[in-house]
């Protein structure tokens, strides 16, 4: 079965400071990657995906993220974060062998500090 | 607007009574899906389904039970047998080869 890691749970950053948060899911032949943000007591809102072609994905709101396949990772990357950005931050694999079901990570819960 | 709703926002049930949640899309999408999410754990699959009056058992399913009589609805019922009942409950959609999933507000369930 497909399994996701953030392996960041929460990431404090100052405004305007660029910010990484890390995906990497369980080797397969061919996967969908998603980044969703999820701001509290609300539902989740896709910020990027990755499908096919060019490994670097932009997204909504400055953020991007890069694929890359022979370390089954898929980062997101913000260059200058608002406080706005604070929210939690959920990476999710869709595995096309297994019925394209999404499996979620644990999700990485940015603090954006003025 | 197109879009998922979710009802009520929150909810609170007394133990052992079963309890059942709205999920509505108007997105004309074919598959929809029930996920729970506890604090630090991401969200789990409980049910989905991809056609009308068909669905599966997600990763998590025991004490929850689904129906999909419509396109439109998939409403989730969470049964006394649930033992750890209390959580967040999100409703998603999707269509499409991309299978992106849309979201629902979601349904915040307290049973004490």
């Known amino acids: 079965a497909q399994s996701v890691t953030q392996l960041d749970s929460q990431v404090p950053v100052f405004e305007e400071a660029p910010v990484e948060l890390r995906c990497n899911y369980s080797?397969?032949?061919?996967?969908?990657l998603f980044w969703y943000v999820q701001y509290p007591n609300q539902g989740l809102q896709l910020l990027l995906k990755?499908?096919?072609?060019?490994?670097l994905v932009k997204g909504i709101n400055g953020f991007e993220a890069e694929f890359n396949k022979s370390q089954t990772s898929f980062h997101l990357r913000k260059p200058s974060v608002h406080i706005s950005d604070t929210a939690e931050y959920f990476c999710?694999?869709?595995?096309?062998?297994?019925?394209?079901?999404?499996?979620f990570g644990g999700g990485t819960r940015v603090l954006v500090k003025p | 607007d197109g879009g998922i709703t979710q009802s009520p926002k929150y909810l609170f049930r007394k133990e052992g009574q079963n309890v059942t949640l709205s999920c509505e899309q108007n997105?004309?999408?074919?598959?929809m899906y029930w996920y729970r999410q506890d604090p630090g754990q991401g969200l789990r699959l409980i049910y989905y389904?991809?056609?009308?009056?068909?669905?599966q058992k997600g990763d998590i399913a025991e004490g929850y039970s689904v129906s999909r009589e419509k396109k439109e609805s998939f409403p989730l019922t969470v049964t006394s047998a649930q033992k750890n009942p209390t959580a967040f409950y999100l409703c998603?959609?999707?269509?499409?080869?991309?299978?992106?999933?849309?979201f629902g507000p979601g349904t915040r369930l307290t049973v004490t």
């Open positions: 999710a694999v869709s595995d096309r062998a297994a019925g394209n079901k999404l499996t």
């Open positions: 997105l004309n999408h074919d598959a």
């Open positions: 998603a959609s999707s269509t499409g080869p991309s299978y992106e999933q849309y």
């Open positions: 389904s991809q056609i009308v009056n068909d669905f």
């Open positions: 990755y499908l096919s072609g060019s490994t």
């Open positions: 080797s397969s032949v061919s996967v969908y």
